[in-house]
């Protein structure tokens, strides 16, 4: 059985996103519940709709699962020959999922919309890096446009650093590559934090365009709602519960605020002991192995295990990970995922780095070590790009020839091609766009990001060692854009969409990249600088030590010099504020007048002392 919702007049969404409490901005910037009735006071979209897609997705959802059951008794319903009982203040469609009558509900691929974005984006390969953002909002929601216009900024502003490495490949620079290296090592590092720091101000600006939640201040600590605000919220009943006793109310909520951090900081000393006790001496022992071997076709052999060993392990790290993360006080799912991204992504640091890590560190072998990094970066990535994008096509050619083949079987005796009767049908049978850990906390970003983080990791760390490496991570982005556009719009079903106004806790694991690329390509320098390993406190060697810390100065200071804002939002988030506070002055000084009047009139004074006249 198929469920499809085609479109819903704008006056039953809003009827619905009403009853939902809704919030939505309003042209002073403050987000208040949605109201039908002053429907004119609610900002637009870009594309002129009242609702994003996300929005009318939720109303959709509400809709079709609002069908209850009012009666005070169980209906008994039938369906092909079974009796369903239908209990009293249940949801229809919930019994029909749970009787296997209705199998899934999900979102379906605009036709008219898809293929216009097809022949914009997806196929449009002769723009290289630009992309229709506004049209993927809109189409996809807040959190995949945001995933793209990152990979977007982050690809163009990857053409300088490939140019410069370019240049250091081709070059032979003979003695003066300890002048050139360190420059090249300066360069990337500030081209990384300005990155960054514009990066911020590119969100801060798609944000305001397509007026994502905001928390109105006039304060300059101004931040996104849903990211910057304290995971540790109480729960509701805590707050149901409160002002009865002012002490006992302040000892639960205190209670519970520690019990929560010391919840998460159990969860993260677990998974660091995991990886130090289980992954690293594996790690290890396979980047020993690889080092001593001299036959490639054993070391290719020990690879393929290994890379099935590792895949093994990371599985279950995701698992125990999603456990903990069930244990801890997240205020809801977007921290939740925050929480598991961190997690995850240490067991994906070990495994992608700490064998680059033993051949730079302790081997000291540059050669080696450029040909691991051109392994993990060149093969890796050509590799990823191929499963990534196969495995779907190959997945929905496995399930049509199933379905194909038990409709067969039902309808005997049927004679030629066999067509589906609907295009729900088909996009039933197309793969969902979900995480490789856990879909019901990620979505199918995670590896996406995952894959942008590796790869930034390993351009940025070593970068003195394989200047080349961001020639080819550039190509690859560029092909990355338009292979994961295709994929989203062509071999997998709509994503069902996720609001999110950055791209979360990614962002500080870049930072963090930054700050580790800081740390070795410094080291890097030094065995460069001292091969004969005398590590003799001279000239050349102290300036690197010193260029490292003032790396480091740079890093947290740049913050200060490029604003997180543009100046336009800036401004208008001050207007709205304003307007804001005025209004709800004026209002707060109507009421409080209005209530002295309607008092006057009906309390008297008391009589002084003496007098019989009533005042």
């Not at 369906?79 to 203040?89: M, R």
Request: charged content about 25%; overall charge positive.
């Amino acid at each position: 059985m198929t469920i499809k919702i085609l479109a819903a007049p704008l006056e039953t969404l809003g009827r619905i996103a009403a009853k939902m409490q809704m919030k939505k901005t309003t042209h002073i910037g403050i987000d208040l519940q949605f109201e039908w009735e002053d429907i004119k006071a609610f900002v637009r979209q870009p594309d002129g709709s009242l609702f994003s897609w996300c929005e009318r997705f939720q109303c959709y959802r509400h809709l079709i699962y609002e069908i209850v059951n009012k009666k005070n008794s169980v209906v008994t319903l039938k369906f092909d020959g079974k009796e369903i009982q239908w209990e009293a203040g249940e949801s229809l469609l919930q019994r029909l999922e749970l009787e296997g009558i209705v199998k899934q509900v999900f979102p379906l691929h605009d036709e008219i919309k898809r293929k216009k974005l097809l022949r914009s984006w997806a196929l449009n390969w002769w723009d290289f890096t630009a992309q229709p953002i506004d049209e993927i909002y809109a189409y996809f929601g807040s959190k995949i446009a945001v995933y793209f216009a990152f990979l977007g900024m982050y690809t163009r502003w990857m053409i300088f650093p490939a140019t410069f490495g370019l240049i250091l490949q081709l070059i032979d620079f003979g003695s003066l590559k300890l002048l050139v290296f360190p420059a090249f090592f300066i360069s990337i590092v500030l081209w990384a934090v300005l990155f960054f720091q514009f990066w911020k101000r590119k969100n801060s600006a798609l944000s305001a365009r397509w007026h994502l939640n905001f928390s109105v201040s006039t304060s300059e600590g101004y931040k996104l709602s849903g990211r910057e605000w304290n995971s540790l919220q109480p729960p509701l009943e805590l707050v149901k519960n409160s002002g009865i006793d002012k002490t006992k109310e302040k000892e639960a909520l205190q209670r519970y605020e520690w019990f929560g951090y010391l919840k998460r900081f159990r969860n993260d000393v677990i998974i660091i002991l995991s990886i130090i006790c289980l992954q690293l001496p594996f790690e290890l022992a396979y980047a020993h192995l690889y080092e001593v071997l001299k036959s490639d076709m054993v070391k290719f052999g020990l690879t393929v295990v290994y890379l099935l060993v590792i895949q093994y392990f990371t599985k279950i790290g995701g698992k125990i990970s999603i456990r903990l993360i069930k244990h801890e006080n997240n205020e809801n799912t977007e921290y939740q995922a925050d929480s598991l991204v961190y997690k995850v992504f240490g067991l994906y640091f070990m495994q992608s780095y700490i064998g680059v890590f033993y051949h730079a560190l302790l081997h000291r072998n540059f050669m080696t070590l450029r040909q691991v990094l051109i392994q993990r970066l060149i093969l890796y990535e050509v590799l990823e790009n191929l499963v990534e994008n196969s495995l779907p096509y190959l997945k929905y050619s496995y399930k049509k020839y199933r379905a194909v083949r038990n409709k067969k079987k039902r309808e005997k005796g049927l004679i030629g091609k066999i067509q589906f009767a609907t295009r729900v049908e088909k996009e039933y049978l197309k793969p969902t766009y979900s995480a490789s850990i856990s879909e019901e906390l990620e979505d199918g970003l995670f590896d996406d990001f995952l894959e942008l983080a590796l790869q930034f990791g390993m351009i940025m760390m070593f970068a003195c060692a394989f200047p080349l490496a961001f020639a080819f991570s550039a190509l690859n982005n560029i092909a990355e854009m338009r292979t994961d556009a295709l994929k989203l719009l062509a071999m997998l079903r709509r994503p069902v969409p996720r609001a999110a106004a950055t791209i979360g806790a990614w962002l500080n694991i870049f930072q963090f990249l930054i700050l580790m690329s800081i740390c070795t390509n410094s080291a890097l320098l030094v065995w460069l600088y001292d091969q004969e390993g005398k590590w003799k406190l001279e000239p050349g060697l102290a300036a690197i030590l010193v260029m490292e810390h003032v790396l480091l100065l740079i890093k947290f200071g740049f913050s200060r010099f490029v604003p997180e804002e543009p100046a336009w939002v800036r401004a208008k988030r001050m207007k709205n504020a304003t307007q804001a506070q005025d209004m709800c002055s004026k209002q707060l000084l109507r009421t409080i007048s209005g209530r002295e009047k309607a008092f006057g009139g009906y309390i008297r004074r008391k009589k002084p002392v003496g007098t019989n006249k009533t005042q």
